[in-house]
């Protein structure tokens, strides 16, 4: 590279990254095919529309590349192409949400989804977002005692509302979701008209334990998967939209497909011309994720989670929900302000998080169900397991780091 000021930065972090332990839960290391794919010529091109329909010529590359990524992110999660539509256009997750919605809920309609302090995203309709300008959220939590989702509030609050839309699936609750029970209380919240409710899943967390096989699969109950690339399943920043073909809704001329609405949606509502680099960077991690390998590797994201949320249990941290089912660890360190008999607690998320980050580990502050804190500066700090174990760290190596976080965060 010429650009002497970029390639020292670019430099930097990658040395940076090296150094780090990164317990970011929505971080990962791609492959260098995934950089390879994203640095590549493919930059150059224009191709707004879809495959085989583009407002520009010289695509018969491009159309080709597009096709592939459809058919691995398919094969990824064991779909046929006769069921399932996938648009992998959208250029992240926030986007790929708000398309579902333009595509699906009139304006103002209503999104049920998980408040932020419980867990869920910015995109489930929350008011800071532009889902919780144009749509009302109708927020759901989880249980007060045991911190996991209460199915039977769930059903109430559809029943009452009867939301256009449910999201299921979240950034910070770390246990497994029944999507069967998501399926029967959309099923069972039906509008006026009798049209029951959509049940999204935004699988962006967990999308590469699905495809590793050791997170449940949303596909059997879902109307519409949404998922970004980057996380579990690590491919280069991009989302994905798969819909369900059988699914229509009502039309101006008669029932349409969700699959047609949110193809619409994406391009030309509210999207241009695709990254061609990102989608050809997505279908080479999308094959990676298809290989015995990432099974193996999803099975010890899950393990090494498990082993941080044990030891840090054992050493008195209170773990919200009490463990985790994925790659995520949520830790409330604040303890309502109080240490425990083990010597735990009293530590504000900023402040975990800052020392944590002096001493190389990298996490964020991060709000727990009913916190009492601001979010600037909440009552626990967010763990993830997917970035260290891509570097080839065991359960011994998390039990390890849970000790070290400890005794930093008592220091
Ligand atoms: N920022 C992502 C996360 O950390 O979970 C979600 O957008």
């Known amino acids: 590279m010429k650009d002497a000021a970029i390639k020292k930065l670019i430099d930097a972090e990658k040395k940076r990254q090296k150094k780090v332990v990164n317990l970011i839960a929505s971080e990962n290391y791609v492959s260098q095919d995934v950089l390879d794919a994203l640095g590549s010529e493919l930059t150059n091109k224009y191709a707004e529309g879809y495959a085989g329909k583009r407002y520009y010529g010289g695509n018969e590359v491009v159309d080709k590349i597009e096709m592939l990524a459809i058919e691995r992110a398919l094969k990824a999660f064991g779909l046929s192409a006769d069921k399932w539509h996938v648009n992998v256009q959208p250029l992240s997750g926030s986007p790929a949400n708000l398309a ?27 008011k800071v977002s532009a889902t919780g300008k144009f749509w009302v959220q109708v927020p759901y939590g989880v249980d007060a ?17 009867k939301p256009v839309i449910i999201v ?19 099923d069972a919240a039906k509008n006026e008209t009798g049209q029951s409710a959509l049940l999204m899943v935004d699988m962006s967390h967990f999308a590469g334990l699905v495809a590793g096989k050791e997170y449940p699969s949303p596909f059997e109950y879902a109307d519409i998967v949404t998922t970004t690339v980057h996380k579990t399943l690590r491919g280069p920043r991009a989302a994905m939209i798969f819909s369900r073909l059988d699914r229509h ?25 695709p990254h061609i680099n ?7 991690a999308l094959k990676e994720a298809a290989a015995p390998a990432f099974k193996k590797y999803a099975k010890q994201v899950k393990k090494n989670a498990t082993a941080l949320a044990g030891e840090l249990t054992k050493r008195g941290w209170k773990i919200i929900s009490g463990g985790t089912d994925s790659h995520l660890v949520l830790v409330d360190t604040w303890m309502n302000g109080q240490k425990n008999a083990k010597g735990a607690g009293a530590v504000s998320g900023k402040e975990a998080s800052d020392k944590l980050e002096k001493a190389g580990i990298i996490v964020n502050k991060n709000a727990i169900p009913f916190d009492k804190r601001p979010p600037t500066d909440p009552s626990g700090i967010r ?26 965060l008592r220091g």
């Open 100 to 126: 579902v919605y333009t595509a699906l809920v009139p304006p103002g309609g209503k999104i049920m989804g998980m408040s932020l302090d419980h867990g869920g995203h910015l995109t489930h309709g929350h």
């Open 145 to 161: 005692k045991l911190e996991q989702l209460n199915y039977g509030e769930l059903r109430e609050i559809a029943m009452r509302e």
């Open 168 to 186: 299921a699936g979240f950034t910070a609750y770390p246990r497994a979701i029944d999507f069967k029970k998501f399926r029967d209380i959309a």
């Open 249 to 273: 809704v009502d039309g101006t001329n008669g029932p349409v497909s969700i699959s047609s609405k949110i193809d619409k949606a994406v391009f030309p509502g509210l999207q241009g011309g």
């Open 278 to 284: 990102q989608i050809a960077a997505v279908a080479v």
């Open 383 to 408: 763990l993830g397991s997917a970035a260290e174990t891509t570097r080839g760290k065991l359960e011994k190596d998390f039990v390890k780091l849970a000790k070290k976080i400890d005794s930093i």
